[in-house]
């Protein structure tokens, strides 16, 4: 009887330190479309399972401009959310204002260093210690197409140059379907913008440009060259473009009212959500000339600094979860991107996938991983910011010069830095 009191008492013991180290956490993210609010989803199940609740705090729009507007007031009012996606810079801001925990404890027990690039490892310590763990890599220089679209418009094939591009942007045309779907947001505007001047620039021009804010590349020719072709884009897309979201404009090419979309590997999850299979249903390429280059989004939850154990407990938990074999598996499956632990198989994955694995490889052995700057990886976001007023006010202005625009953008890049 002892012995059974023992173990029973053992057992009751243990249950009540796991109910106290359990807690509630809030957790602030962007991921509100079909795919990704799927993706999230999955995530909040396997932290409940752990006893944890996850409190929800998704907040729509702009590309993660909106949940950061909200972060802002939260973090300034003394009542952050316990966890906050966040990339690339911004996590180094927020370090370095004193918002952020320490997860290092959770990355030594696990040896987070051996299996994740060493650059998106950088990108998620604050003075040398994990302050956020990073989920997934997305490429964001890629080219979607519905294939029943591009063959009524006689077209085999998607473009490999921008040449290309526009004498089968014609040819949509022509058709009848809308050649390029868009979506007139800042952010969208930037991202299609950097992928062109990528293209056209090559890498080490994106770095001046993008990356070290180069002067004399903001203003040069080949960022001129840069903005025409940007701006040409404009015509190959329908009249209703302003405000519409990436996921519409990724419906538009679901549905078969659109041949192209260029977008990161986030659109896949629509086309997964939708039910459709790579390489059949859909196709994906490197956007026009930047097939050696890799632009890079890097999802990451960053841990706010909490006052309980439990809650402190319940981040680690969290950030232990995202990086499990398993997780990373299932999760970027929906999502659309590929994991960020170099050391998972990429089996039934699809082909999309495994062609983002392999350039991303190319690219981190060459000289073509490039850290997107419309997507919060290059640049601060005060600089993001002016960059996306410049491009986007030049984007919509019929009149403005792309001489005129290179000079703004470079004013506007100065005086934000």
């Known amino acids: 009887m002892n012995k059974i009191h023992t173990l029973a008492a053992g057992a009751a013991l ?16 962007w991921w509100t479309s079909g795919g990704e609010a799927k993706a999230a989803n999955m995530l909040k199940e396997k932290l409940e399972a752990k006893g944890h609740t996850w409190k929800d ?48 404890p959770i990355a030594k027990q696990e040896d987070w260093d051996s299996f994740l690039p060493a650059q998106l490892a950088a990108d998620n310590k604050v003075d040398g210690k994990y302050a956020a763990v990073p989920v997934n890599i997305h490429r964001v220089n890629w080219l979607w197409a519905n294939p029943e679209v591009l063959a009524k418009a006689g077209i085999d094939g998607l473009p490999s140059t921008w040449d290309e591009f ?42 001046k440009a993008f990356v070290e804010l180069d002067p004399e590349a903001l203003t040069s020719d080949t960022m001129i060259e840069s903005l025409k072709t940007f701006k040409k884009l404009r015509g190959t897309m329908d009249p209703n473009i302003a405000g519409r979201d990436w996921n519409q404009a990724t419906s538009m090419v679901i549905n078969g009212e659109a041949a192209m979309q260029i977008m990161g590997d986030w659109a896949k999850g629509e086309f997964t959500a939708a039910g459709l299979t790579a390489g059949e249903d859909y196709l994906c390429e490197a956007a026009p000339m930047t097939e050696h280059m890799f632009s890079y989004n890097v999802d990451s939850f960053a841990m706010f600094k909490v006052d309980s154990e439990g809650k402190k407990q319940a981040q680690q938990d969290l950030a232990s979860l995202i990086l499990s074999k398993d997780f990373q598996t299932t999760f970027n499956k929906t999502k659309g991107s590929i994991p960020v632990r170099l050391d998972v198989p990429l089996e039934g994955f699809d082909s999309c996938a495994k062609e983002s694995r392999k ?6 052995e060459g000289n073509g991983l490039l850290p997107s700057l419309a997507h919060g990886m290059a640049v601060s976001a005060s600089v993001q910011g002016a960059v996306f007023d410049a491009i986007t006010n030049f984007f919509n202005d019929p009149e403005m010069a792309a001489e005129t625009a290179a000079e703004r953008l470079a004013s506007a890049v100065r005086a934000a830095g």
């Open 14 to 29: 243990a249950v009540a330190v796991t109910q106290a180290q359990a807690a509630e956490i809030e957790v602030l993210h």
């Open 57 to 104: 705090f998704a907040v729509a729009g702009g590309g993660g401009d909106s949940a950061m507007t909200v972060l802002k007031s939260r973090a300034i009012s003394g009542n952050p959310p316990a966890v906050a996606q966040i990339k690339g810079p911004l996590i180094q801001e927020w370090g370095e204002m004193g918002f952020l925990g320490n997860i290092d």
């Open 166 to 207: 526009f004498a089968d942007a014609k040819k949509i045309r022509e058709a009848g379907f809308i050649p390029l779907a868009h979506g007139g947001q800042p952010w969208q505007d930037a991202t299609v913008f950097e992928v062109v001047m990528m293209g056209i620039g090559g890498a080490d021009f994106y770095r």
């Open 359 to 364: 350039a991303f490889d190319a690219a981190s």
